[in-house]
């Protein structure tokens, strides 16, 4: 009896080790079945210089976590290993001047960030998370005048936040996709995916999420939304998204690239760091190939079209790029 329930056992631990196998092959294989064209810098800063876009941008940072670099950076080839490392957790914000507002992710709620942040503590060494505010509550009554959102991607710390905006609205939501995002996932993404398609407005019956799928092109314009274009990066999760934005009137207009996550810290950028291995092997599926073109690009547009790139995880590298940040309401 003894021999028979160790070989059930065993039977278990094989089945579940040979599923876990297979699914991490499924998710690498979706992502690095990604690889659309990208558009040359001079394509980019030639669409980002016509027309007018929105107005204003800011940062609503719903969480920050401390933690060492090599978290998110290859400490073999991080030239500061040692230097200080905060992960942030933002939306952010794009308002045109009759006052509508784009959505670029949604955070997390405080108590789903602290939920997030734990494994990330543990596995890290780092510090717990701190969580700030709901996008939704940062936005205050500008709330109200949010007509859409974009994901980078559709991990849950980018899209929790959603939940939150929803139960306050009493009118849909429409999501703007490429068509990656829309049709493709593997495990990482199909909870985020799964949300979108549950959450309800305030009422708590009628669907919040409208996805509409944008047509493929390298620059995806956004339809009402002038000036804001859809890269379809893929690299970190199937349908990862760039958005390329020009921000402001006139001369001080600027162009800002919202990079999500192809790189969490700027040094991804500035010295083509890659993640971790075992990170991008095992923790979030990636294709490595992608994003080692995906990061010198971005670096182009940076230093070739003069774009200022915003890196979502990096708190000091938003923090540096002038960007304002929505301050957090104060605790009662």
Known sequence: MRGLLIRGLLAIAFVSLAAAAISLWLAHRAVDSEHARLPAPEEVLRAVASGEG???ISIANTASQPMPRDAVLDSDRDPEPGAPYVMSHPSFVLEWADGRILLVDAGMEPEAAREFGLPIQILSGGEPIEPHAAAVD??????????????????????????????????????L?????????????????????SVRLGDGEAPCIEVATLPAEALAPLPGFPGVFLIDAGGHTPGSQIVVARVGEGASARGFVLAGDIVNHVAGIDHDVPKPPLYSLLVVPESAARLAELRPW???LR???????LVSHDEAQLAASGVPFIDAPARP
């Open 54 to 56: 929105p107005i204003r």
């Open 138 to 175: 940062l936005l205050g009554d500008a709330a109200d005048r949010v007509e859409a959102i974009v994901f980078t991607h559709l991990h849950s710390d980018h899209v929790g936040g959603v939940a939150a905006l929803c139960r306050a609205r009493k009118r849909p939501l429409r999501a």
């Open 177 to 197: 996709m490429t068509q990656a995002q829309d049709r493709r996932s593997n495990h990482t993404t199909r909870p985020g995916r799964e949300l979108l398609s």
């Open 298 to 300: 971005l670096r182009a």
């Open 303 to 309: 230093d070739e079209a003069g774009l200022s790139v």
